[in-house]
């Protein structure tokens, strides 16, 4: 990348002082988010990553270090100017937090309003984006009536008034169900393709991660403990903050079955099926596989599969020699 | 008994009383909604937190809220008469009635505007809303239906505040009923003035309700 990151933190630090002593909810936190990036941040409930993000617009004042936004650092800025620059950053939230007392179209044009836009163009702006969002028909409609998926859709339609460069989405899914998440993400992708606006997105949801970020940082304990494209940290992950959300719920440690249990990994042009199978063919036994999935990211095949070894050395070195001659990852993930 | 004099007595009664109701409950409410909104918005975690100011606000209210009406009316008679010029009737009731009310229609507001999500605050300031947007834009019409409902309360706590004035000089049905009923024992003259009351009150709440759900959006 030529181009500086849009966005780009640099010793984030925020304390929150209690009745027990000080508190950190994010501490030496590091981030460059490019200009048209897809930035998944992820980490379990506590982790601080709604704070993370309320860091990035100021709605939680950093306590130590620089959230610079196009080359500014935020934390500097003040009253008007603050204000000024918030509205280059478009802001979604898992309740939606629309306007109850105004309809669609109205919630659409309140950025507008704030920023003191003419009337008539603010409504011809909000339409344009009510249909951008697929909602036209709704435009007199209360936000009470609507549905999640709908609210949602305002929502961003509001966001996107102010011609924002970036777009914070803290959980915005996380309300929603499989099927209206996977429209609602697909639209967020829609517009950071058309429009280019840079996406933030703060979730605990893997899949959500998996569909649409092309990077992702994995926070944890208010710091991040891994952060890259997101193939790389899904399928290598390095920290055990990063494997524990990483792989499912069946392969921790504690619910492994005893034996050598292994996980490979291929990425790419590789297709799972036919390898495993030769592999099995190969090494003459029968591992018994434990998990496996396997993903389309961003056209490409993904997958990893989770198996318990043969109890017999020979095979397992067969299987390792084949691993690697077909240029699968393989890493052994417990022996007891 | 209903010979002309007295029905011409109790219209009198009738719009004294609306006239005080009404007047002190405008002016409680120019003087409340901003005491409201500074208690919102100067408490912690308000979005213009000054802890002291809301502070001493508090206790002001506070203080002002716990004289019994009859007591505060005395006490603000020289301020009455400075004002008005009188202490007798309907204008000098009014001083009294919206110095009473002024706190408790703050505390009204406040907790409409307390019932305000906090989220949808928290969106405004991402849009870059400034303080006074989002009290005008954002507190004030989401918090409608309440504030509504709410004046319904204060209008009639404010009338039954009325009606108590007519024991130190105040005009209206208060009066009547205190001069007829407790001074000469006609208490069927009382009688009409309470079933006068009731249906003032009756009229109020109605009046109120039908306006909360008229502005309320939230359920279609």
């Known amino acids: ?10 010793g984030l630090e925020k304390k929150f002082k209690s009745k027990n002593g000080e508190f950190y909810a994010l501490k030496g936190i590091d981030l460059s988010i490019e200009r048209g990036d897809i930035f998944g941040i992820i980490g379990r409930s506590g982790a601080g990553k709604s704070t993370l993000v309320r860091c990035i617009n100021m709605l939680e004042r950093p306590t130590a270090g620089q959230v610079l936004f196009e080359g500014r650092d935020l934390c500097s800025l003040d009253g008007r100017d603050l204000r ?8 979604i939230f898992q309740q939606f937090n629309l306007l109850m007392q105004r309809t669609a179209l109205a919630n659409i ?15 011809k ?29 305002v929502a961003i339609a509001r966001a996107l008034a102010s011609r924002p460069k970036v777009l914070l989405c803290d959980e915005a899914t996380s309300a929603l169900d499989p099927e209206t998440t996977v429209s609602i993400l697909a639209l967020i992708r829609d517009i950071n393709k058309k429009l280019g606006i840079t ?30 494209l997101v193939e790389d940290v899904f399928y290598h992950p390095e920290t055990e903050a990063a494997k524990s959300l990483v792989m499912p ?31 099995i063919l190969d090494c003459g036994k029968a591992p018994s596989i434990l998990y496996s999935d396997i993903r389309n990211m961003d056209g490409a095949t993904y997958g990893q599969m989770v198996m318990q070894l043969p109890d017999d050395e020979q095979a397992c070195a067969r299987i390792r020699a084949f691993a690697a001659a077909h240029g699968l990852s393989l890493e052994e993930i417990s022996h007891v | 008994m209903f010979d002309a004099q007295l029905v011409e007595m109790l219209a009198e009664g009738v719009w004294d009383t609306l006239y005080m109701t009404v007047v002190s409950t405008g002016l409680s409410y120019l003087l409340g909604i901003p005491v409201g909104v500074l208690l919102v918005i100067c408490r912690k975690g308000g979005i213009s937190p000054r802890p002291l100011l809301y502070a001493v606000l508090d206790v002001v209210v506070n203080l002002t809220r716990s004289f019994p009406f009859l007591i505060l009316m005395i006490a603000v008679i020289p301020f009455t008469r400075f004002l008005v010029g009188t202490t007798i009737g309907n204008n000098a009731t009014v001083v009294p009635l919206v110095i009473a009310a002024v706190p408790f229609v703050g505390r009204l507001i406040e907790s409409s505007l307390l019932e305000v999500d906090g989220g949808v605050v928290e969106a405004a300031q991402s849009m870059g809303a400034s303080a006074w947007q989002i009290i005008t834009k954002v507190l004030l019409p989401e918090a409608l239906p309440s504030l509504l409902n709410g004046s319904a309360v204060a ?12 024991a130190v000089g105040g ?26 009351l009731i249906v003032i009150v009756q009229l109020f709440q109605m009046l109120g309700n039908w306006a909360t759900k008229r502005s309320d959006k939230r359920v279609s």
Not at chain 1, 250 to 263: F, I, K, M, T, W
Not at chain 2, 185 to 192: A, L, N, R, V
Request: glycine share 12%; aromatic share 4%.
């Open chain 1, 109 to 123: 044009c309140f950025p507008l309003e704030l920023s003191g836009t003419p009337k008539a163009e603010a409504k």
């Open chain 1, 84 to 91: 000024l620059a918030r509205r280059s950053m478009g802001m």
């Open chain 1, 199 to 228: 996406a933030v997105i703060i979730t605990h949801e893997m899949s959500v991660v998996e569909k649409i970020c092309n990077r992702v940082a994995i926070i944890a304990g208010g710091s991040i403990a891994e952060s890259g």
């Open chain 2, 155 to 166: 209008a009639i706590t404010i009338l039954g505040y009325s009606a108590m004035s007519g």
């Open chain 1, 249 to 279: 719920e069946a392969l921790r440690q504690e619910s492994l079955p005893a034996g050598r249990v292994v996980r490979i990994v291929f990425a790419g042009s590789s297709s799972l099926e036919p390898l495993v199978g030769s592999m």
């Open chain 1, 1 to 10: 990348m030529t181009e500086a990151p849009i966005i780009q933190i640099r």
């Open chain 1, 125 to 153: 702006r909000a339409e344009e984006l009510l249909d951008l969002v697929g909602l036209s028909e709704r435009a007199g409609a209360y936000p009470s009536p609507l549905s999640g998926g709908q609210k949602q859709r």
């Open chain 2, 171 to 196: 005009g209206g049905l208060g009066k009547l009923a205190i001069m007829y009923g407790y001074n000469r024992y006609q208490t069927d003259i009382m009688f009409i003035t309470i079933i006068l």
